[in-house]
């Protein structure tokens, strides 16, 4: 049992996977992308309050959800490097790094580029969007952090210590539309009750959501497949 | 036809901020891909270019 869960997170079977993976996963992007960008720009009716700004939406949620998710995948690959050494946890979290710190500035972008039109203001120092802020601080932080330590050995735990100290934000972000008084809506989509958003706005919204999810996989993938060939001199694995 | 795409791409009197949003969005996507491919291309061709010199 160990041996075989072993075996799945070696970096030569992960090389292997995700080469015959990727051409998948490209096609899969594309479709969801295409889907989500049609129906939401399209197909989707406007909002009976915002009109067509709300087709905003598209792109600020699958970012601000990714610039979360991507920092809770960082934490996991944290816990696997510290506690059990994983060659793989330490390359996942160095390489989501980039892609997490982009989405957060996105995430912020998108919002106030929406936040001009309903809400007169490009930016207010309310809960969420401090909170967003704050998280985009952290990936620079840990970007630079990491830069600054990568050919130190205890580089690697630093930085996996430093992403768990600042996952405390994560849930503060969640929350803190229900926390404090703010301008930002609440959740749109939640686990356990249906979402507060019609179908035909919600379908092209997961979509997007998934091919977001996917564009980051595939991106990690390139970057680690680069990293393990052409850094790490395995080229006989090709 | 084209009365329809105009409307379309008016966006109802939120044009600019509908547009530049996406603009900035899918131009850092393509930037975030563009750069670990053309390295890898860069690696590849040199890599090659070893093995036959």
């Not at chain 1, 039109?117 to 309310?126: A, L």
Request: aromatic residues 16%; hydrophobic residues 55%.
């Amino acid at each position: 049992m160990w041996s075989f869960i072993h075996s799945l997170v070696s970096p030569k079977y992960f090389f292997h996977v995700t080469r015959t993976l990727t051409p998948w996963l490209i096609g899969l992007f594309f479709i969801t992308l295409s889907y989500g960008l049609i129906g939401g720009l399209v197909l989707a009716p406007a909002d009976a309050l915002q009109g067509d700004g709300f087709r905003i939406i598209y792109i600020h949620v699958p970012c601000a959800f990714l610039s979360l998710g991507i920092y809770a995948v960082m934490a996991m690959a944290a816990i696997t490097s510290l506690v059990w050494r994983l060659k793989l946890g330490a390359l996942i979290l160095r390489h989501s790094v980039p892609l997490g710190t982009m989405f957060t500035l996105l995430a912020l972008i998108t919002g106030s580029l929406w936040g001009k039109p309903m809400w007169g203001t490009f930016w207010i120092w309310d809960a969420r969007l401090t909170s967003e802020l704050i998280l985009l601080f952290l990936y620079l932080g840990i970007l630079l952090f990491q830069s600054a330590l990568v050919d130190k050995p205890s580089g690697e735990r630093a930085v996996a210590i430093l992403v768990l100290v600042g996952f405390i934000d994560i849930p503060i972000i969640h929350y803190s539309v229900y926390w404090w008084n703010t301008l930002h809506q609440g959740a749109t989509l939640t686990l356990f009750s249906p979402p507060t958003i019609a179908t035909p706005m919600l379908a092209p919204l997961l979509a997007m959501i998934a091919a977001f999810f996917i564009y980051y996989v595939l991106l990690l993938c390139l970057r680690l497949r680069y990293e393990l060939i052409a850094t790490q001199g395995n080229q006989h694995w090709l | 036809m084209l009365i329809a795409l105009k409307n379309f791409l008016y966006m109802g009197g939120y044009a600019f901020y509908v547009w530049s949003a996406y603009g900035i969005v899918f131009f850092f996507l393509a930037l975030q891909w563009i750069m670990p491919w053309r390295q890898w291309r860069r690696w590849s061709k040199q890599s090659a270019h070893e093995q036959h010199s």
